[in-house]
């Protein structure tokens, strides 16, 4: 049973086997070398990217798409606009008339079958300032 447990260790050692470790080196000049490097590639990265892009936009050929087709706007005849004009002419004299009434809109939270809108009674609305008008039907 031990051979076998040693068999086991050995195939297991032998396929995850670790390589030497090396002591980690620090070497200053190697690592700001590294970061220049780095650093002057990506500056030279960037101008290249940009100047492709300025020469194109430029040029106009970046952003060009199909070809804007001139739209057809819609023409209005007389007739059309004398119609919408008497149209809000009719709007205008409405708003007029309500402007000047006195009326008061019919409450809604009363007899729902009812036809006519309520009226306020005058005589009581001027003889009574003090309280509410009352309303009839």
């Not at 199909?66 to 009719?90: H, I």
């Not at 009326?103 to 009574?128: C, H, L, Q, Y």
């Amino acid at each position: 049973m031990a051979s076998l447990e040693t068999q086991v260790k050995t195939v297991i050692n032998k396929l995850f086997k670790k390589s030497p470790k090396r002591a980690f080196r620090r070497n200053p000049l190697r690592d700001w070398q590294k970061i220049m490097v780095g650093s002057f590639l990506m500056c030279l990265a960037i101008f290249i990217v940009d100047g492709y892009f300025f020469f194109k936009i430029n040029k106009g050929e970046l952003f060009s798409g199909a070809a804007p087709q001139a739209e057809a706007l819609p023409t209005l005849d007389r007739s059309s606009l004398k119609k919408l004009n008497e149209t809000y002419t009719v709007r205008e004299q409405k708003l007029q008339v309500l402007k000047t009434t006195n009326d008061i809109p019919a409450d809604p939270s009363r007899d729902t079958n009812e036809k006519k809108p309520a009226t306020i009674n005058a005589s009581v609305a001027t003889s009574t300032a003090s309280s509410t008008p009352e309303i009839v039907d």
